[in-house]
């Protein structure tokens, strides 16, 4: 199909990302003009355009421009302008809002209060719950919303941005980051991701492509893949049908337990750290409790009885028994040489070729 007739398209309702305008100029032939276009309804739809260059900006497209008469602002606590980078609410000033509610609870009816800079009651500004910040060019860019901050080991996170993130992934067609809570009560955040079908996609390869792009706290602590996100009846995300995570690792199917003495001496350390009586080799680190805190721990008790100094980008990268027992049998075999008889080792190493 081609739409070669076609100008303009406006995107809205939800936040574009690059993935969707590569395949909607892909696959329909399109060489015309993409906009961006971001407003609430309490203001009457659209109050911001970006037009989206010919390539994308990586991830999610930002929200651009006030439209005339519009103004923008993202403030902080405090009704503090946000400098450039800073994240604040996105406060929408506008003549053409709408009056307010009907019926509504009172902290619906104070989103729409009085501007903060002015002396005029009439002058009411529409506070949006969106979460975003100002690119340098002054352009505005969303990360979030207000009511879905968590905080992950007293760290404030934005999900929204979490999901920015992980939409660069080239493997990722479509995802979101949410946040949940454990049988204990402890805040998590949980991956949901649509694949483009390649292989080589794994809850561990999009965790080491997020920790080094994020501070380990922003890391989802879970992953779970789906055929498609489920949608509500107006196209948006239905959060309250997304799946609750299974902490059952996918390769525990195999209950493979720990076979040398390095997989077992991880075993016991993995096993008092987390609390859990049974560790199999393929087990997540991050899929059955840990997280960045706890892994420091393991850091230190691996340095102590196994007198390696892992760090933890090899956690990350290897968050299993079996990845962290090759990466020290690696490093040893590098510092020391072969750790094993030399009867057990193949004959070319006795030529010192490795």
């Not at 010919?54 to 008469?69: F, N």
């Not at 919303?145 to 968590?150: A, F, K, S, T, Y």
């Not at 590098?334 to 750790?339: D, K, L, R, Y």
Request: charge should be negative.
């Amino acid at each position: 199909p081609s739409l070669s007739a076609l100008r303009c398209a406006f995107f809205a309702g939800e936040p574009l990302t690059e993935d969707l305008i590569r395949r909607w100029r892909t696959s329909l032939s399109y060489d015309g003009e993409i906009v961006n276009l971001y407003g609430p309804t309490e203001t009457t739809l659209v109050k911001c355009f970006f037009r989206v260059p010919d390539p994308p900006d990586a991830g999610v497209q930002p929200v651009g421009w006030p439209l005339p008469q519009t103004q923008a602002l993202l403030l902080a606590e405090g009704d503090r302008l946000c400098g450039i980078g800073e994240i604040g609410q996105i406060v929408i000033r506008t003549p053409f809002r709408t009056l307010g509610y009907v019926n509504a609870p009172l902290e619906d009816q104070d989103r729409f209060s009085p501007n903060p800079f002015r002396q005029d009651g009439e002058d009411l500004v529409y506070y949006t719950g969106d979460l975003g910040r100002y690119r340098p060019n002054g352009i505005v860019e969303i990360v979030g919303r207000l009511d879905d901050q968590v905080k992950i080991l007293g760290v404030r996170v934005e999900p929204g941005e979490v999901t920015t993130a992980l939409s660069r992934h080239p493997s990722v067609q479509d995802c979101v980051v949410v946040g949940r809570q454990d049988e204990s009560g402890e805040t998590y955040l949980a991956a949901y991701v649509v694949s483009t079908g390649e292989d080589g996609i794994t809850a561990g390869v999009l965790r080491s492509f997020l920790n080094a792009a994020l501070p380990s706290a922003f890391v989802p602590k879970a992953f779970v893949f789906l055929d498609h996100l489920p949608l509500t009846s107006n196209g948006k995300v239905d959060r309250s049908a997304l799946p609750v995570p299974d902490w059952t690792p996918e390769e525990q199917a195999r209950a493979v337990l720990p076979r040398t003495n390095v997989e077992e001496e991880l075993g016991a350390i993995w096993s008092e750290v987390l609390g859990k009586e049974q560790i199999y080799i393929h087990d997540d680190f991050f899929g059955i409790g840990g997280n960045s805190l706890i892994a420091t721990r393991i850091i230190a008790r691996v340095r102590e009885r196994l007198h390696v100094d892992l760090g933890l980008v090899n956690l990350f990268e290897t968050p299993t028994i079996q990845g962290l027992a090759q990466a020290i049998e690696t490093m040893r075999w590098a510092v020391g040489g072969p750790t094993q008889p030399a009867s057990t080792m193949p004959d070319e190493r006795d030529e010192g070729v490795l």
